[in-house]
């Protein structure tokens, strides 16, 4: 915004006092907020810095020691210049001292040869700088008008980049909190030499706020984000054209650029809240409808006609309910299948052979909200990438359901492998583990009408908590895939089979809820999944042979039956994969 003291020297008024510079030639470009005319030696106290200071000179001191404590008052407050009009005091020239002690603190000196009205100088540089700040203002409006309509229209963040580079004239780069680069512009400069080693040189600048310019590497710099979450920085570099190892370029970027990038930088939040905050919208009608369509809490030619209006037709269409979810949250407490050993009553995890893994497990806690949505959205896209329409939302705090809308039957298998594949191309967690982990998709059985679709829903959902159990690596589960433990899990609530456990296991619960310190339903479950091997049963139960057999003797006497019995111990096996079932959610 403001001259410096080199374009100062270069006005007319200036020129015609046949400028000399005697001193302070490497300060040249410091900028000139003002220009004062003083005769006083003490006129320091009364500056503010950045000032070009006009004098003849007379009411200098007089002695070496007077001159070197002006000249340091000078350079201390932080003026721009000196410049002393010749005549009136200094005849031919400004005094040694002075110079030498211009020339030591940087201080630019300048000599008029030729008597100059000051009032000529002051008025040209005042005009300067007032020109320059209504230019500065101008380009402030554009940058305002132009950032204005880029957020009206919904531009993209390399629309908004492009922008910024454009009105800067300097190459611009936005980047995510990793230091990967999101968007760039290089303003006609060479890309690879701007983003070569780009995370390591991006690490190196080191801003001191949030707006902020690193003079050091020569990148103006602001975070990008809103609502208390940044997601990215802004970078532009000043001077354009810089080399970025070039150290450090002269002097700060105006005013204007740092409106610019902080304009850009708003509008790229504000783009990103408007359209994660219309997907949410269009989310949240997807849930109201599924959820409708689960708890029949709406009519389904409610609901048909609401889709439509979506965009997504669900009359006379081949209708497939899908459940997608994490296998298991790996949090501390909560083992997954097939990891890590027995606890000390034996209860812990069973080997790695067989589908249906028998242990209860405590209920997983639900996926945290930032998980459930990376899910929901690598759904969402799956469907956009395989062109597939339908309703896609989380239906709970684990889960996001699918209902997909097919032309017709023949075409429900083709459909169902594109999604999985898409979806295991889209999210970090496929494919699955060995012994666990990763995501289910589940698929229930196709409908040909709305009304009953909850069906195909409510079995997805179903297949899917009980396909948690199976360490299979199957793209989807289906009913077919559902083994002993996983018919028992889809039966859970049937009060037949809870009348079963409870008489096949009733007591040895009610013992071991009298002495929590004993749990014997651990020492009968690590016999039984040993194939009824009791020294293979004492090991994984972590406990003495001897002991083992007298817990066994136990639980016999507790449950009046023969644990040498092979009818008995497949009843008791069946009552605690049921038992499990139950327990899990």
Not at 557 to 580: G, N, Q
Request: aromatic content about 4%; proline content about 7%.
């Amino acid at each position: 915004m403001f001259p410096t003291v080199r374009e100062v020297l270069a006005l007319d008024p200036v020129r015609r006092g046949a400028p000399r510079l005697v001193a302070g030639e490497a300060a040249l470009d410091r900028p000139v907020r003002w220009v004062h005319v003083a005769e006083v030696p003490d006129i320091a106290t009364l500056l503010g810095g950045g000032e070009l200071v006009l004098t003849t000179g007379i009411g200098l001191p007089a002695d070496d020691a007077g001159l070197r404590a002006f000249i340091g008052d000078l350079a201390q407050v932080g003026v721009s210049g000196l410049v002393v009009e010749l005549g009136r005091r200094y005849p031919s020239e400004v005094p040694r001292v002075m110079a030498a002690a211009a020339e030591r603190r940087g201080l630019p000196l300048v000599e008029l040869r030729r008597a100059t009205p000051f009032v000529r100088i002051t008025e040209a540089v005042h005009a300067l700088i007032v020109d320059a700040q209504l230019h500065e203002l101008r380009a402030t409006e554009e940058i305002h008008q132009r950032f204005t309509d880029l957020s009206v229209e919904g531009a993209g963040a390399a629309e908004v980049v492009r922008q910024a580079a454009e009105l800067a004239g300097c190459p611009v780069v936005l980047e995510n909190l990793s230091r990967q680069v999101l968007g760039y512009d290089p303003a006609g400069e060479s890309a690879e030499l701007l983003l070569d080693g780009w995370e390591q040189h991006s690490r190196r600048i080191r801003p001191t706020g949030r707006t902020a310019y690193d003079a050091d590497s020569g990148w103006l710099v602001t975070t990008v984000g809103a609502r208390g979450q940044d997601w990215g920085r802004l970078l532009l570099r000043w001077p354009a054209g810089g080399d970025l190892g070039a150290g450090r370029p002269v002097g700060s970027p105006p005013t204007r650029l740092t409106i610019l990038v902080e304009r850009a930088a708003s509008t790229l939040a504000l783009g990103r809240l408007i359209r994660r905050d219309a997907e949410g919208l269009e989310r949240q009608l997807h849930r109201t409808l599924l959820t409708a369509l689960l708890d029949h809490s709406r009519p389904v030619d409610e609901i048909a006609l609401r889709a439509r209006a979506l965009g997504v037709t669900l009359d006379r269409r081949h209708l497939v309910g899908i459940m997608v979810r994490h296998r298991r949250d790996r949090t501390p407490g909560h083992p997954v299948p097939g990891e890590g050993g027995p606890a000390a009553d034996g209860s812990g995890p069973p080997p790695a052979t067989g589908s249906w893994p028998a242990p209860a497990t405590p209920a997983d806690p639900p996926a945290g909200p930032a998980r459930l949505r990376d899910l929901a959205e690598a759904v969402g896209q799956a469907l956009r990438e395989t062109k597939l329409s339908g309703l896609t939302s989380p239906v709970d705090d684990q889960a996001v359901g699918v209902l997909l809308a097919l032309p017709d039957a023949t075409a429900e298998e083709r459909a169902l492998t594109a999604f999985a594949a898409a979806l295991r191309r889209r999210h970090p967690d496929q494919p699955v583990p060995p012994g666990g982990g990763g995501v289910i998709i589940a698929a229930g059985s196709g409908v040909g009408s709305l009304r009953e679709v909850r069906r195909s829903l409510v079995e997805a959902r179903q297949l899917a908590e009980a396909a948690r159990r199976d360490r299979r690596d199957l793209p989807i589960f289906r009913l077919p895939h559902v083994g002993l433990a996983g018919l028992l899990h889809l039966l859970r609530d049937e009060p037949r089979l809870q009348t079963f456990v409870e008489r096949e296991l009733g007591a040895l619960l009610t013992h071991d809820a009298h002495h929590p310190r004993e749990q014997l339903l651990g020492t009968l479950r690590a016999y039984l999944e040993q194939g009824r091997n009791k020294s293979a049963g004492a090991a994984a139960a972590h406990l003495s042979r001897p002991a083992f057999y007298e817990r066994l003797a136990r639980i016999g006497r507790i449950l009046a039956v023969d644990l040498d019995s092979v009818e008995t111990c497949l009843s008791l096996h069946v009552a605690l994969l049921a038992l499990d079932a139950i327990r899990t959610p």
